[in-house]
């Protein structure tokens, strides 16, 4: 055989055997690389809790009274409108990491008591009523402060819900403030930012609605 066909048949099986390495390379030595994941365990952690939280406000918001004062009425709306469209944003977070949308440990994301002060808190309630689990969560109402709620009419009713909700705002508040301070960047950060803006300004009026009623939000 010519020296030149020799080197061309060569050059062949090399290349063969290249090729044929890089295919049984992730057989042999499996890559060890892994895709980032979508969601931080705090993030996760937080977004779980947010969402209860956020459930139990749509609560509330069903067992006023419907003949209330209007400006309580459509501050109501307001809140329901705005947390029914964050809780949608989250489940779609939740979904896209391939996460419960209940979390395991409620609030365990917090790691540290120096993250959250003490609040008022009660055991989580879902939208069927019942209770998620025993944890704890700041600004949530017990099941007693709900069913008088639902009892309530006219001006009693307008001034539990606003001391009700008054606290739960308070509450997400702090949970939004401790995911600001935990997260590093990102979309869950900015939001929980914008929860605070926005529930500051909702707890404002609220105070405001309240002092004009003679009442003073829940210790």
Request: proline fraction near 7%; glycine fraction near 6%.
């Amino acid at each position: 055989m010519p020296r030149w066909m020799r080197g061309a048949a060569l050059a062949s099986l090399a290349f063969a055997l290249l090729v044929l390495g890089a295919a049984l390379r992730p057989l042999v030595l499996p890559e060890s690389h892994t895709a980032a994941p979508v969601l931080s365990a705090v993030e996760i952690g937080f977004v779980q809790d947010m969402t209860a939280h956020h459930q139990q406000a749509l609560i509330m918001a069903q067992r006023l009274d419907r003949a209330v004062d209007p400006a309580v009425l459509r501050l109501t709306q307001q809140l329901d409108d705005t947390q029914r469209l964050e809780i949608g944003t989250m489940l779609g977070w939740l979904r896209l990491a391939n996460a419960s949308p209940l979390p395991a440990r409620p609030m365990a994301w917090m790691h540290t008591d120096e993250a959250l002060p003490h609040q008022h808190s009660a055991p989580v309630a879902q939208s069927d009523g019942k209770k998620s689990s025993d944890s704890v969560m700041p600004g949530m109402a017990t099941m007693a402060e709900l069913d008088a709620l639902a009892a309530a009419r006219g001006r009693d009713a307008e001034i539990l819900f606003l001391q009700l909700m008054f606290r739960h705002h308070q509450g997400g508040i702090l949970m939004a403030q401790a995911a600001d301070n935990l997260l590093p960047s990102g979309p869950v950060k900015e939001t929980a930012r914008s929860m605070i803006h926005a529930q500051g300004q909702e707890a404002g009026l609220m105070g405001v609605l309240l002092a004009q009623r003679g009442a003073a939000p829940l210790p």
